[in-house]
Antibody, heavy 120, light 107 residues
Framework: EVQLVESGGGLVQPGGSLRLSCAAS????????MNWVRQAPGKGLVWISY????????HYADSVKGRFTISRDNAKGSLYLQMNSLRDEDTAVYFC?????????????WGQGTLVTVSS | DIQLTQSPSFLSASVGDRVTITCRPS??????LAWYQQKPGKAPKLLMF???TFQSGVPSRFSGSGSGTEFTLTISSLQPEDSASYYC?????????FGGGTKVEIK
């Protein structure tokens, strides 16, 4: 069974940093691209970052480019999101999600999400 | 960047009704469009992508169609468990973009 479990969310002050993790199990992690998607309270889904299976390709939404860094450790089956210079508008539930197939694909499995609150 | 205009943003319908949600990309996306269902407090669930490919376990009352700059998700006979928000997403190019969402309420 595919499982994705996020952790690392919490309350952080504006300008602060946080590192999210996503532990994957139940599939050959290194063969799949991964994404981070966020959802502000009461709002819609927003894709924020992608990483290919071998980490050779990454993409970011303009809203986080230069502040967030996606990475993965295939040996550990883990995905990460390093978030720096956090802003109020980064407050959201952050989901990790598996790419279905290839570099251009929908996401077929999602974690339960971890809440990040940016507030002073 | 590609924009996705999803409509309506809210709809209220009765059990058994036929419901259609529309997603309009700002440019061609080679049919690289997916539909998701999200219930309150839960992660989204992939329903289908590229027009008509169904994910395992998705009821047959859900169908997708369209091409070019108009795509639709249809629920042929609305059921109580279909009360949820629905999102389209293009995966033709980065940044991946989601539509604004449609909240479906059961009358």
């Amino acid at each position: 069974e595919v499982q994705l479990v996020e952790s690392g969310g919490g309350l952080v002050q504006p300008g602060g940093s946080l590192r999210l993790s996503c532990a994957a199990s139940g599939f050959a992690f290194s063969r799949y691209s991964m994404n981070w998607v966020r959802q502000a309270p009461g709002k819609g889904l927003v894709w924020i970052s992608y990483i290919s299976g071998g980490s050779s390709n990454t993409h970011y939404a303009d809203s986080v480019k230069g502040r967030f860094t996606i990475s993965r450790d295939n040996a550990k089956g883990s995905l990460y999101l390093q978030m720096n210079s956090l802003r109020d508008e980064d407050t959201a539930v952050y989901f990790c999600a598996r790419g279905y197939s290839g570099n251009y694909s929908p996401v077929d499995y999602w974690g339960q999400g971890t809440l990040v609150t940016v507030s002073s | 960047d590609i924009q996705l205009t999803q409509s309506p943003s809210f709809l209220s319908a009765s059990v058994g009704d036929r419901v259609t949600i529309t997603c309009r990309p700002s440019q061609g996306i080679n049919n690289y469009l997916a539909w998701y269902q999200q219930k309150p407090g839960k992660a989204p669930k992939l329903l289908m992508f590229s027009g008509s490919t169904f994910q395992s376990g998705v009821p047959s009352r859900f169908s997708g169609s369209g091409s070019g700059t108009e795509f639709t998700l249809t629920i042929s006979s609305l059921q109580p468990e279909d009360s949820a928000s629905y999102y389209c997403q293009q995966f033709n190019s980065y940044p991946l973009i989601f539509g604004g969402g449609t909240k479906v309420e059961i009358k």
